[in-house]
């Protein structure tokens, strides 16, 4: 079992830069594949970034791609988010989630096949 907590949510203005944090407790922090989320009020919670166990294969909504990068150490239990030229629509709560996997280069971008989440960290990007 595997216990998330985000940081690095806050309040920006478009075109600004924000790191998400997200530590996850235990020992066997390389055996899960690692998501980031968002959701914002009234509608379902929707992919942004997925990283394998190794770190050596990524994928992006293509709402986000080019602009953040999803990126993780294992030696410090921590997946990170950094987003880059932040836009109004990117406003919402971002989740990180975590799924053990046998396979090191697997990644799902489905949030069904997570099973560990963690309270969500609000980002906010005015105009």
């Known amino acids: 079992q595997v216990h998330l907590v985000e940081s690095g949510g806050g309040l920006v203005q478009a075109g600004d830069s924000l790191r998400l944090s997200c530590v996850a407790s235990?020992?066997?922090?390389?055996?899960?594949?690692m998501g980031w989320f968002r959701q914002t009020p009234g509608k379902e919670r929707e992919f942004v970034a997925a990283?394998?166990?190794?770190?050596?294969?990524?994928s992006y909504a293509d709402s986000v791609k080019g602009r953040f990068t999803i990126s993780r150490d294992n030696s410090e239990n921590t997946v990170y988010l950094q987003m880059n030229s932040l836009k109004p629509e990117d406003t919402a709560v971002y989740y990180c989630?975590?799924?053990?996997?046998?396979?090191?280069?697997?990644?799902?971008?489905?949030?069904?096949?997570?099973?560990?989440w963690g309270q969500g960290t609000q980002v906010t990007v005015s105009s």
């Open positions: 989630a975590a799924d053990r996997t046998s396979f090191a280069s697997y990644i799902s971008e489905n949030l069904r096949n997570y099973d560990y």
């Open positions: 990283i394998s166990r190794s770190g050596g294969t990524t």
């Open positions: 235990g020992r066997t922090f390389s055996a899960y594949r």
